[in-house]
C-alpha cells in the first residue's frame, strides 16, 4: 500500500474505505471485527465517514461494532464530513449548515460515535452558499485549538468555492472529496483536478466505479467503455475491469484517494490491486474517448 501525506500532521492510505452506506450492512460485530482486520491487512487505512451517512447512525454503529477493540481504531486514520441537514420531524427541508456551532457541535458529535479523540480530517460535505467564511474559519481553528481535528479540506467544491473559503482561512485546505470516474469527467473539465495539482492536495474520490454502471448499464456509452476496459485488462494482465477503473483513477499525477464502499473482501481488494498497474497516455484516454464517443480535441 502506498500512503500520501495530506499535511504535516496526516498520512492516509491511498485508498479509503467508505461507509456511506454502512447503515444497509446487516453483519454481526464478530464479523465486522474480522472485515475490518482483513481491510486493514491490506494496508488501508484511512476510514471515510460523515455526520449524515445512513440518517446520522453510520458512525454510531461503527463505534458500537469497535467499542472492545480499540486496538484496531489506532491503525486508522479518520476522515468526517459535516453540514447536510436532511429533513426530520424537526426539519422542513434538505439543508447545508456550515455555521460555526454547526460545525463544531458536530465534529464532536462524530468524535464521541466513533469513539476516538480526534479526527484525522473534517470536511465540509457541500458548499454552503449561506454560510459567512469567517465562522468556518473560527470553527476549524477552535477545533484544531483543542486537539479535535487535524487537517482540513472540503468536499464536492468547485475551484471558485475552494479559492474563496481558503482565502479566509488560516490553515490550508488539505482535500477536496469529490465525485470521479471513468465515467464522469465533470472534475476534470470544470477545473477542479487542474486546482488540487496546482495546490498539491490529493483528491479523495467517491463513486470511483459510477455506482456499478460500468458493470451493468445498457447504454452505449458504457458498453464501448467496457470493451475498452476489457482490452486494457488484457494488456496489463489484471483480473477484471474494475481494477482499471481503479487504475485510470490511481495513475494520475494528482494521486488520488479512491473511496471503496464495499463490504465484500473480494471487492475491497481491487483498488489495492489496482496500485500494480500504472496506465500509458494512450490507454487512459482510449478510455476517455471510450466513453465519450468521439476523439479529444
Same mark, same amino acid.
Given at each position: 500500500?502506498?500512503?500520501?501525506?495530506?499535511? &504535516?500532521?496526516?498520512?492516509?492510505?491511498?485508498?479509503?474505505?467508505?461507509?456511506?452506506?454502512?447503515?444497509?450492512?446487516?453483519?454481526?460485530?464478530?464479523?465486522?471485527?474480522?472485515?475490518?482486520?482483513?481491510?486493514?491487512?491490506?494496508?488501508?487505512?484511512?476510514?471515510?465517514?460523515?455526520?449524515?451517512?445512513?440518517?446520522?447512525?453510520?458512525?454510531?454503529?461503527?463505534?458500537?461494532?469497535?467499542?472492545?477493540?480499540?486496538?484496531? &481504531?489506532?491503525?486508522?486514520?479518520?476522515?468526517?464530513?459535516?453540514?447536510?441537514?436532511?429533513?426530520?420531524?424537526?426539519?422542513?427541508?434538505?439543508?447545508?449548515?456550515?455555521?460555526?456551532?454547526?460545525?463544531?457541535?458536530?465534529?464532536?458529535?462524530?468524535?464521541?460515535?466513533?469513539?476516538?479523540?480526534?479526527?484525522?480530517?473534517?470536511?465540509?460535505?457541500?458548499?454552503?452558499?449561506?454560510?459567512?467564511?469567517?465562522?468556518?474559519?473560527?470553527?476549524?481553528? &477552535?477545533?484544531?485549538?483543542?486537539?479535535?481535528?487535524?487537517?482540513?479540506?472540503?468536499?464536492?467544491?468547485?475551484?471558485?468555492?475552494?479559492?474563496?473559503?481558503?482565502?479566509?482561512?488560516?490553515?490550508?485546505?488539505?482535500?477536496?472529496?469529490?465525485?470521479?470516474?471513468?465515467?464522469?469527467?465533470?472534475?476534470?473539465?470544470?477545473?477542479?483536478?487542474?486546482?488540487?495539482?496546482?495546490?498539491?492536495?490529493?483528491?479523495?474520490?467517491?463513486?470511483?466505479?459510477?455506482?456499478?454502471?460500468?458493470?451493468?448499464?445498457?447504454?452505449?456509452?458504457?458498453?464501448?467503455?467496457?470493451?475498452?476496459?476489457?482490452?486494457?485488462?488484457?494488456?496489463?494482465?489484471?483480473?477484471?475491469?474494475?481494477?482499471?477503473?481503479?487504475?485510470?483513477?490511481?495513475?494520475?499525477?494528482?494521486?488520488?484517494?479512491?473511496?471503496?464502499?464495499?463490504?465484500?473482501?473480494?471487492?475491497?481488494?481491487?483498488?489495492?490491486?489496482?496500485?500494480?498497474? &500504472?496506465?500509458?497516455?494512450?490507454?487512459?484516454?482510449?478510455?476517455?474517448?471510450?466513453?465519450?464517443?468521439?476523439?479529444?480535441?
Amino acid at each position: 500500500m502506498e500512503y500520501i501525506n495530506l499535511s &504535516k500532521d496526516v498520512k492516509l492510505s491511498r485508498v479509503s474505505w467508505g461507509f456511506w452506506r454502512f447503515k444497509e450492512w446487516q453483519g454481526t460485530k464478530s464479523e465486522f471485527i474480522n472485515l475490518t482486520e482483513f481491510v486493514l491487512d491490506l494496508g488501508i487505512t484511512t476510514m471515510d465517514h460523515a455526520d449524515s451517512y445512513g440518517r446520522y447512525t453510520a458512525e454510531e454503529k461503527f463505534g458500537d461494532m469497535l467499542v472492545d477493540r480499540p486496538d484496531l &481504531k489506532n491503525r486508522m486514520q479518520f476522515v468526517s464530513k459535516v453540514g447536510l441537514v436532511y429533513p426530520s420531524d424537526y426539519v422542513r427541508v434538505k439543508y447545508y449548515d456550515n455555521s460555526k456551532e454547526y460545525i463544531i457541535s458536530q465534529a464532536e458529535r462524530s468524535l464521541k460515535n466513533l469513539g476516538i479523540e480526534a479526527l484525522d480530517v473534517i470536511l465540509l460535505h457541500r458548499p454552503d452558499w449561506f454560510a459567512d467564511p469567517t465562522e468556518i474559519a473560527e470553527a476549524f481553528e &477552535k477545533l484544531y485549538k483543542d486537539g479535535k481535528i487535524k487537517a482540513i479540506g472540503v468536499s464536492n467544491y468547485l475551484p471558485h468555492e475552494f479559492r474563496k473559503l481558503e482565502s479566509y482561512l488560516s490553515m490550508p485546505l488539505s482535500t477536496n472529496q469529490i465525485e470521479l470516474s471513468v465515467s464522469n469527467y465533470d472534475n476534470f473539465e470544470n477545473g477542479t483536478i487542474d486546482l488540487a495539482v496546482e495546490k498539491r492536495i490529493h483528491p479523495m474520490i467517491w463513486s470511483p466505479l459510477s455506482g456499478g454502471k460500468i458493470f451493468t448499464s445498457d447504454d452505449i456509452r458504457f458498453v464501448e467503455l467496457r470493451k475498452i476496459l476489457e482490452i486494457i485488462r488484457q494488456e496489463v494482465g489484471a483480473e477484471s475491469i474494475d481494477e482499471i477503473a481503479y487504475a485510470w483513477l490511481l495513475s494520475h499525477p494528482a494521486k488520488m484517494i479512491p473511496i471503496t464502499g464495499s463490504y465484500i473482501k473480494e471487492y475491497i481488494e481491487k483498488p489495492v490491486s489496482a496500485l500494480k498497474y &500504472k496506465l500509458t497516455s494512450e490507454q487512459w484516454y482510449m478510455i476517455w474517448t471510450a466513453y465519450k464517443g468521439h476523439r479529444i480535441p
